[in-house]
């Protein structure tokens, strides 16, 4: 059985108010995204590794993987307009005859545990699709239309992380559809085909960088 890894990294770095995309920042002295590959790389040793970066992002991208003698294998994918576009141009590197699991992960949650990663593709093999989540630990209040909020249950709720795997024929299929605004992640372009998703837990430390404060707690995690 084939394993690939779709690793979307379109980060422009606003949000970090800087001019290095946030994929691309380090923490504990090597760049995000690279911190990322690796844990995928320990989970599967023969995993397929597909970046998904900007045209633009590229060359830098090698730049780094040179500075930092990186020599793990990837092959890399242009980014789109939206997340579903990105993804979309990262399965066209995947053989359509193939059979196996193909996993959708952020390049920047660096954090993901090995042990969810292959939980993720484990239970893909069985179910088809599965996504890791997260308990919600705090209050979750409503916003209502009138403006108003109120309080829900959160245990009927869950934080969705990655990486979100697919059987390969599944997502093919599911990215044959149109582009709407609801595509949200992986998830939801499957459910569209009407195919049920499975949840397994995922693993706290598994946060989005996405802040300059992300960056320093991240640090703290390693």
């Known amino acids: 059985m084939e394993r690939y890894a779709i690793l979307v990294a379109g980060g422009k770095g606003l949000r970090m108010g800087g001019d290095i995309p946030k994929q691309f920042l380090p923490i504990g002295g090597k760049p995000v995204l690279m911190r990322t590959i690796e844990?995928?790389?320990?989970a599967y040793p023969d995993i397929h590794i597909i970046l998904v970066l900007p045209a633009s992002q590229q060359e830098y991208w090698q730049q780094l993987c040179r500075e930092y003698a990186f020599s793990v294998p990837f092959r890399i994918a242009d980014g789109g307009e939206t997340r579903f576009h990105s993804v979309s141009n990262g399965l066209k590197l995947v053989p359509d005859d193939a059979e196996g699991i193909v996993g959708v992960h952020?390049?920047?949650r660096p954090f993901v545990s090995v042990e969810t990663v292959r939980r993720c593709y484990d239970e893909a093999v069985e179910r088809g699709a599965v996504?890791?989540?997260v308990s919600v630990?705090?209050?979750?209040?409503?916003?209502c239309e009138d403006g108003t909020s109120v309080t829900v249950p959160?245990?009927?709720y869950k934080l969705v992380q990655t990486p979100q795997a697919f059987r390969v024929s599944l997502l093919k299929e599911a990215y044959r559809q149109p582009y709407i605004p609801a595509f949200t992640d992986d998830a939801s372009v499957v459910e569209a085909l009407g195919?049920?998703?499975?949840?397994?837990e995922g693993?706290?430390?598994n946060i989005k960088i996405t802040t300059p404060a992300d960056?320093?707690?991240a640090d703290g995690l390693l």
């Open 39 to 42: 844990v995928f790389r320990q």
């Open 106 to 108: 952020d390049g920047v």
């Open 131 to 133: 996504v890791p989540v």
């Open 137 to 143: 630990v705090e209050t979750v209040r409503q916003i």
């Open 154 to 156: 959160r245990d009927a």
């Open 195 to 200: 195919k049920p998703v499975h949840l397994v």
């Open 203 to 205: 693993n706290r430390e």
């Open 215 to 217: 960056i320093r707690f």
